[in-house]
């Protein structure tokens, strides 16, 4: 699927750069094609066979899919070229009445506002790490792709209003944005500190299951909240500390 999503991509990119080379250079084109590396790298390679023993390896692993492939695909203004590579006749009769549809549209500008997105990510997040759902995943393959499948997406719909990949219409600029990104980096880092200092191992999987690494539970734990922690605040105060720069800036709008 991803291959195919790459295929897709650069035949509706090498379509659309012939109208518009200066919207469509060349790095967009390798942020997707990272973009879908990078999501290969979480749930392909060989870092999900250790996920499944090793808590800091899932943390790693949950990065990727929500902090570092969903970027870089929006980055890659991904709608049109994606809708321009499908054959012909599944542009026009398959995906063109559902454009058309109204309900369908306004659903879709619905779930990128900044609140809903918002809640999304983080609902979601918090959600599979209560240790009841994070033990079930680990447990049921098909249920922990439903997990993957949940994280990518939601966290494609919180990048959204900070990227703004064209042709989106609505700019959520200012100190909202601000905000926005703030709020995230405190949830994160309240779930992580709690896995850090906490002097049990939270999740059962860990304990019940072998672990071939020679590593105690407590201090993969430990690990892996740390790596969620530096790491996971990094990906949302960097693109904070950009927007205040450009708040800052003379003669910037402030919008709230």
Not at 107 to 136: C, K, Q, R
Request: charge should be positive.
């Amino acid at each position: 699927m991803l291959l195919l999503c790459a295929v897709v991509y650069v035949r509706g990119w090498l379509a659309i750069r012939k109208t518009r080379p200066a919207q469509f250079p060349w790095w967009r084109i390798g942020a997707f094609l990272l973009g879908l590396a990078i999501i290969w790298v979480a749930i392909a390679s060989p870092l999900d066979g250790f996920a499944d023993a090793l808590l800091s390896a899932h943390m790693v692993e949950h990065l990727l899919l929500m902090s570092f492939a969903p970027p870089l695909l929006l980055l890659s203004c991904p709608v049109v070229p994606l809708l321009r590579g499908l054959p012909r006749s599944v542009r026009i009769y398959v995906f063109g009445p559902l454009i058309r549809r109204k309900g369908l549209r306004n659903l879709g500008h619905l779930l990128i506002t900044p609140s809903i997105a918002w809640l999304a990510m983080n609902l979601v997040f918090l959600g599979w790490h209560v240790p009841a759902a994070y033990d079930f995943a680990l447990e049921h393959e098909r249920w922990h792709e439903f997990e993957h499948l949940c994280f990518l997406g939601t966290s494609i719909l919180f990048w959204w209003p900070v990227v703004h990949p064209w042709p989106t219409r609505q700019s959520f600029a200012g100190w909202f944005l601000l905000l926005y990104l703030v709020m995230a980096d405190i949830v994160n880092t309240v779930l992580s500190a709690f896995l850090a200092f906490c002097d049990r191992p939270v999740y059962g999987y860990y304990l019940r299951e072998p672990n071939a690494f020679d590593i105690s539970p407590l201090s993969d734990q430990r690990a892996g909240a740390v790596v969620m922690w530096v790491i996971g605040s990094l990906i949302f105060l960097v693109p904070a500390i950009a927007v205040t720069f450009r708040l800052l800036q003379p003669g910037e709008r402030h919008s709230v």
